[in-house]
């Protein structure tokens, strides 16, 4: 990552910025994600939930504002990346990748086993992104019903599900 950039958790300051940089980063997507989906962005209040759960982080710019965030949901030994999103004019620095990385840093130090997210399949800053960073795709055969859950939720739409596929990093303890 750049070095005018930084990853840390998130203050509930960082709050109200975020709905406005998952709009913006939607817009990467362009006609390949029915707009219906792009526009259902999260609630502040859910951001809020997650900065007390210390499951949030953001990427501060040079100006220390957000320009990215990533969040997670924690069930049993199993983190579930909720969401993930750069502004685009500040994308392509590595940026994306850091806020990964302090997940995975955070889940290997609270001693979870694995992490977990769904993604599009064929763009190239979903699931070729997350397989450099180590992701592998689940085939539906090993779903468990948290995941099953988790993709169903997330997909939105039928019309979504077959573009779209689960992802897994496991994370040994050693
Ligand atoms: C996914 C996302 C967070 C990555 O953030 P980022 O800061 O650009 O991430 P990085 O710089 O670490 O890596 C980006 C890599 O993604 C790919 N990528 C990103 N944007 C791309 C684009 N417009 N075209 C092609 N590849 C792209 C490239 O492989 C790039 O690596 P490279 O620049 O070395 O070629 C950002 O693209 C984003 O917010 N996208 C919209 C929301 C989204 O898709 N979130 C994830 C949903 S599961």
């Not at 399949?121 to 979903?126: A, E, G, Q, S, V």
């Not at 939105?156 to 992802?167: A, F, P, T, W």
Request: proline share 6%; charged share 25%.
């Amino acid at each position: 990552m750049q070095s005018s950039y930084r990853v840390v958790p998130a203050s509930a300051e960082h709050a109200p910025s975020l709905p406005g940089i998952e709009r913006l980063a939607a817009s990467l997507f362009g006609d390949y994600v029915p707009a219906t989906l792009l526009d259902n962005v999260t609630l502040e209040s859910v951001f809020l939930d997650a900065q007390r759960d210390g499951t949030l982080w953001v990427a501060l710019g040079p100006d220390d504002t957000p320009v990215g965030f990533s969040r997670v949901v924690v069930d049993g030994v199993r983190v579930h990346l909720a969401e993930l999103d750069v502004l685009p004019e500040h994308g392509r620095r590595g940026v994306g990748s850091e806020l990964v990385g302090a997940v995975e840093a955070w889940s290997r130090s609270n001693g979870y086993g694995e992490i977990t997210l769904t993604t599009y399949r064929d763009l190239p800053w979903n699931a070729p992104f997350y397989s450099r960073l180590g992701f592998a795709v689940v085939p539906e055969s090993e779903w468990d019903a948290q995941l099953r859950h988790q993709f169903e939720q997330e997909a939105g739409l039928e019309s979504e599900r077959d573009k779209r596929v689960v992802m897994r990093k496991w994370l040994s303890t050693a």
